[in-house]
C-alpha cells in the first residue's frame, strides 16, 4: 500500500511594524497586504520532498521536487476583498526515478523526450490561463475559481492527462501559504497563534502555528514560524484503516513592509504518518524543504 501526498506549502505571513527611539512605545501596526487595481505580484513556491516508507518489508526512498509560479494582478478592489486574475507562468518539476524512470521538466524549456512532449502539451494549455483568486483586504484567500474548468478542458484534449489539482486543493495550499495574518495589531517581539486541519491524498491533520516577529530593519519584518502537525480525528476514507499522524516544521519568513508581500520564506518540516489496518501497518515519513520567494510586478 502507498499513498502520494502532495506538496505541504506552508507559509507565510504579512508583518509590518514601526519603531521609534528613545522612551517612545512602539506602536502597534494593522497588518494587509497593500496592492491597488492594476498591480500584480509573484509567488514562486520550490520544494523538495523525501519520503521514505515501508510497505510489508519493502523499503522505499524517494525525492521529488516541484516549483510553482503564480501571478496575481488585481482587477478589482471593494472595502472586503481584493480581486485578482491568477496565472501559473511556470512548472518546474524533477521526480524520482522507478521502474518506469524519472521526469525532469521545466515549462520555460521545449525538451526532445516523448514524456515531457506530452507534459509540454499538457502543462501549455494551462500555463497563463486565467483563473480567479479572491483576497480578503487584509490578505487572506478566499477562494479560487476557473482552475478546475481549465483542467477539464486540458483532459478533455489530452487523453489520460491528470495534469495539476483544481480549485478547492490550489485554495487549501494557497490558504495554507497565505492565510496567516494575526487578528489584532502587532509591534516587534509579538506573537500570535492560527489552527488549520490539512488534508491531502485521504489523510488529515491538525497544524497547530505559531509566529513570533524577531525584528524588524532596513523596510523588511523577520518572522520566526513554528508548527506541530497532530492527528486531526478524522474518520479515514477507508473505515477500516486508521491513520496516525505527528510531526513539526520551522523557519522564517522575511517581508516587505511596503507592500506586504513576501520577499523570502525557509521552511522545514518532519512529518510521520502510520497506516494500519487489513492486517498492515505502513509508515511513512515526509521531510520537505520549501522555499517562498515574492516580489512585486510578474516573474
Not at 510553482?68 to 511556470?90: G, P
Not at 492560527?194 to 519584518?221: N, Y
Request: with cysteine; glycine share 8%; aromatic share 6%.
Amino acid at each position: 500500500m502507498r499513498i502520494k501526498l502532495l506538496p505541504w506549502l506552508t507559509t507565510y505571513i504579512l508583518i509590518t511594524a514601526c519603531g521609534q527611539s528613545g522612551s517612545q512605545k512602539t506602536e502597534a501596526i494593522s497588518l494587509r497586504l497593500s496592492v491597488n487595481k492594476g498591480q500584480t505580484f509573484s509567488y514562486t513556491i520550490s520544494s523538495t520532498q523525501e519520503m521514505e516508507q515501508d510497505t510489508r518489508g519493502a523499503k522505499s526512498h524517494i525525492t521529488n521536487n516541484l516549483g510553482f509560479t503564480y501571478d496575481f494582478e488585481v482587477t478589482t478592489e471593494t472595502d472586503s476583498a481584493i480581486n485578482t486574475t491568477a496565472r501559473i507562468s511556470r512548472i518546474k518539476i524533477k521526480t524520482a526515478e522507478n521502474e518506469e524512470g524519472g521526469v525532469e521538466y521545466d515549462s520555460d524549456v521545449q525538451q526532445p523526450d516523448a514524456i515531457n512532449q506530452q507534459l509540454h502539451t499538457i502543462f501549455s494549455n494551462l500555463r497563463d490561463k486565467p483563473f480567479e483568486t479572491i483576497f480578503s483586504r487584509g490578505g487572506n484567500v478566499q477562494q479560487v475559481k476557473g482552475l478546475s474548468e481549465l483542467i477539464k478542458n486540458v483532459q478533455a484534449n489530452t487523453p489520460g492527462a491528470n495534469p495539476m489539482q483544481g480549485d478547492e486543493q490550489t485554495q487549501q495550499n494557497l490558504t495554507q501559504a497565505l492565510n496567516l495574518y494575526p487578528a489584532q495589531p502587532v509591534k516587534t517581539g509579538d506573537s500570535w497563534t492560527d489552527k488549520d486541519t490539512l488534508q491531502s491524498q485521504g489523510v488529515s491533520m491538525l497544524a497547530d502555528k505559531k509566529f513570533r516577529i524577531t525584528r524588524i530593519e532596513d523596510g523588511t519584518v523577520f518572522i520566526k514560524v513554528n508548527t506541530s502537525y497532530s492527528d486531526s480525528h478524522l474518520p479515514a476514507q477507508d473505515p477500516r484503516l486508521k491513520i496516525e499522524t505527528d510531526g513539526s516544521q520551522e523557519g522564517t519568513v522575511e517581508i516587505d513592509i511596503k507592500t506586504g508581500i513576501i520577499k523570502k520564506a525557509n521552511l522545514k518540516s518532519e512529518i510521520y504518518i502510520v497506516i494500519s489496518g487489513l492486517g498492515q501497518s505502513h509508515p511513512v515519513k515526509l521531510r520537505e524543504k520549501t522555499i517562498i520567494e515574492g516580489k512585486l510586478g510578474k516573474r
